[in-house]
């Protein structure tokens, strides 16, 4: 606002025109029409990946070996995000993929309102365990899907490995090894992997209710 003296000498206050656009809606404009492009170069780049609506991909997107990803709507991809093999990754909406390594030889699913950290998601050994046929082709043995369900928070340099089911609304730990299924609502660190605390499902009805 700016003050304007009349004739008279009386003094008031102007009002900001309309044609002067708050600063803050065209940083809006102008992320919306950068992270839009973004979006459109990596469909572009990898005919193999689905991009939803409103995903931001704020770091960088690598995909290799013909990967079929599906990306849900509203999700972030922060720093590098490296995913590679011939399987198919699946990305629920709204969740945050922040930095993993991922690599698929069948499938790997990660559930709605996901917090995924810089961790390894592997679906496969890649090579035979056996010592006379760790030369060969990979085995039917040597691969099984992941899933991880809804509102998973996986910690920064933990693994995944193949055949594991992570439930619902569980926490693992920074450097976690986890080779077998982990329970909903549980927090498990380590390695071997332990779980070290139980969330209350009435606490998330209270919240949610609240």
Known sequence: ?????????????????????????????????????????????????????????????????????????????????????????????NTLINGPWIGCYRSISIGDDCLISDCYLVDTDYHNLEPHLRHSPPGPKVSAPIVIERNVWIGARATVMKGVRIGADSVVGLGAIIRKAVPARVVVIGDPQQIVKHFNPEDSKRESSG
Not at 22 to 51: C, D, N, Q
Not at 60 to 71: D, E, K, M
């Open 1 to 93: 606002m700016s003050q304007v003296s009349d004739s008279f000498g009386s003094t008031t206050v102007a009002e900001p025109t309309a044609a002067k656009q708050p600063k803050s809606s065209l940083l809006r404009t102008l992320a919306h029409v950068y992270f839009g492009g973004k979006r459109w170069f990596y469909r572009l780049r990898y005919p193999t990946v689905s991009i939803g609506e409103g995903v931001l991909i704020r770091g960088s997107l690598q995909v290799a070996g013909g990967t079929r990803v599906v990306i849900g709507a509203g999700s972030r991809l922060n720093k590098r995000v490296r995913i590679c093999g011939p399987g198919e990754v699946t990305i629920g909406r």
